[in-house]
């Protein structure tokens, strides 16, 4: 800001040759304004990912949150340490143990939803221009921040059994060829968003093999862990290598999304760095929230209630399955979750599933194009379908909408050429995610 | 990380050379160690900066809460949108109003505390090398943020009126001719933390004039701005400059700081980038929280809350002040604050604060350091005395004690001569202020 450029105060944004570099990575989702539209009652959201509440004992909640703040408000309401309330870290290091996560509570640090997780730990890691190796497709979220902080994403294979050991290889030789610093690998190795499948149990020492022999650390997001549908868990690399992977976790798929409460277990010297960064960061996570996790972990059934999630997913994932093999015209491929909340399709070569978007919520039906989860431009020909939210009525009748505007895509595609309107693309703000 | 440097996985920390260069810049407070001994009770902390909760209305609040759980659970348990609950924004609105603040609800961006703001305003705005201009002394969260950004902190004089216009503009100048750029000014008009003082309103205009001048933008940090001893409010810097001025609000002092809800108003242009930041870092304030502050906003008289929160604060303060004039030896001179939390405090030129920090604890006594207000080692001569969270009669007690502990330092000093430890010093993480 030199004063000799007076006419900057008069454009559009006043501030724009004020901002941070890495504001230049920050940009509003494409669909974002879409979802303003899908979010219409008529419309069924195969898009959003926002976790299925019905079933939560909210009247029993209720009275605990409200003995809460009467017995404990004075502590409930009050800043805490960033480091998070001690008897919660206790508590999640019972919860990591059923996927075989033999942590201690110290190592922890409780974030704002594991979105937070995700800031703190690419904020100590990352300088502008490293590199984070991610599948591709992966988390939108996770690119946006990595985004945020000028790092750049290099994209690893993945097929029906995840992440694959062959692609990781070459993407580490490759980047490294070039002199690229690799920072990490970040991963969903369990009911992958949005790709829906998980890594296989074999592959996992090799993946952490690879990673450790290349010194890149590995950050494990896993959220959906305990959603498996059949109640099956399978073993975190967190377990495998304790030393060289940081592991994210959050209660907002197995309690409530909306008290934003997650974690990062890392090793110990880590763990000191990110704590400081998430004191920089909110000072301290929310001290009610942690505690009505903590009181509502104590005193309700929640393996119980984990398990009727499970069920509810189950059902809906049935549904969105068995529209697909009835409603999907010919050319059209997906995966096969056996837990968590997605679906990832793969329409025929002609389709442009961004471009299709508009011409798909005006038929009443939303999903998220391929293209979101992606840093390099892929995705056009893929969708990600959610099954979390709607009813598995409603799934069905989205999928019976979604199968024609298809249908008509690809005979308007026979019959005049493929459509092809390219637009921007590119790492995208989280949001179409909660929507 | 190249493969050709096997040892560092014996090291300490074996991901030390992983780590960004901003992490760098985060550094664990000098007096944290400290403050898990100043926290006993045998000790009066007039360290943390504490909100002081006993007034709130724990049995109504604790009906609200419930209430909120089971007949709108779904909603206060589910994602929101980073934007932040549109009622709430328009609440937030009216609060504001009370200081002179014509915002709209669609600029402002509910954040985790003030401290995300800060955080996010920092990240959108500052590359590494950036030039933040703040008051000397000035908080230190803010000093933390800015540091872990990379930007360098300048400060600018204060004095009894608080910012001095002059040297203001002697610091403009001087970094300007250095060729820095400066991408804003941090300041806390009101009851300052920790100098407390009140910017005159007098000078409120010039400042801005200033900064509008240099084409400088003001962040203008005001949590405390409705804790006026005798229920007075100054014109916001917003109010008098809403182009140039990102306002960052709190209900952390007026409410509640355990809920973590704050907010930052800004320029229309800047609020989108601000969001997109909030959405990288938490995807979205937790939902619960917004919901609780709209209906204690809704329901209860915060107004009058606000003013019992005022009427302790001064009874403290009066305790403070007193004490202070009766037991403190000669030489050592304090701000008298007409609001907040702080009174800043100058000892004579033989006593270092900092090294006699482990003194006064032993004396059962703590407080803060100045040197914990700088960026640039300044501040051995002055301490901050928080009056926000003990009893007024612990205060005069604990003065009573800090005047013990001065008393013996000065008279070492006059037969030994001063006592010079020098250690580390510069900005630190925020944890002094919470504890």
Chains 1, 2 share one sequence.
């Not at 050319?331 to 599933?353: A, H, R």
Request: with cysteine.
């Amino acid at each position: 800001m030199t004063p000799d450029r007076p006419g900057q105060r008069n454009s559009l944004d006043p501030h724009l040759d004020r901002y941070a570099a890495r504001a230049a990575g920050m940009t509003a989702s494409e669909v974002r304004a879409l979802f303003a539209v899908a979010n219409r009652p008529e419309v069924v959201s195969l898009a959003g990912g926002m976790p299925n509440l019905a079933a939560l004992p909210l009247d029993s909640l209720a009275d605990e949150v409200a003995s809460l703040v009467r017995q404990d408000g004075l502590v409930a309401l009050q800043y805490g340490s960033a480091h998070g309330v001690p008897e919660l870290r206790e508590q999640i290091c019972e919860v990591m143990a059923l996927e075989g996560v033999s942590g201690h509570a110290d190592d922890l640090v409780v974030t704002v939803g594991s979105q937070m997780g995700l800031d703190i730990v690419t904020r100590i890691f990352c300088d502008p221009g490293d590199v984070v190796l991610a599948e591709g497709p992966s988390y939108v979220g996770a690119l946006g921040t990595f985004g945020s902080y000028q790092a750049e994403v290099v994209h690893v294979a993945m097929d029906e059994a995840g992440l694959s050991p062959a692609a990781l290889r070459e993407a580490l030789d490759r980047t490294e060829a070039l002199g690229r610093r690799v920072k990490f690998l970040y991963t969903i190795p369990n009911f992958h968003n949005p790709a829906g499948v998980t890594l296989d149990v074999a592959r996992r020492a090799e993946i952490l093999d690879i990673c450790a022999g290349h010194e890149v650390l590995v950050v494990e997001d896993n959220p959906y862990g305990l959603l498996g549908f059949d109640g099956q868990t399978y073993p975190a690399l967190r377990s495998l290598d304790p030393d060289n992977v940081v592991y994210l976790g959050s209660f907002s798929k197995t309690f409530a999304a909306g008290l934003r409460v997650g974690w990062v277990l890392a090793p110990h010297a880590v763990r000191e760095k990110l704590m400081l960064a998430a004191e920089s960061a909110t000072l301290c996570p929310p001290t009610l929230n942690q505690m009505i996790v903590s009181r509502y972990l104590a005193t309700h059934d929640w393996q119980g209630q984990i398990k009727t999630f499970q069920l509810a997913y189950r059902e809906r994932r049935d549904a969105l399955l068995a529209g697909l093999a009835q409603y999907l015209p010919p050319g059209c491929t997906w995966t096969v979750p056996d837990g968590g909340f997605f679906v990832w399709m793969t329409v025929p070569p002609e389709v442009d599933t961004k471009a299709m978007l508009p011409r798909a919520v005006t038929a009443r039906v939303a999903y998220v194009s391929g293209t979101g989860f992606y840093a390099d431009g892929s995705g056009r020909r893929q969708m990600r379908l959610s099954f979390c939210y709607p009813t598995p009525e409603r799934i069905t009748e989205g999928v019976r909408r979604l199968a024609t505007v298809l249908t008509d895509e690809i005979e308007l595609a026979a019959t005049f050429g493929p459509v092809n309107t390219r637009t921007g693309s590119g790492p995208q703000v989280p949001s179409p995610d909660t929507a």
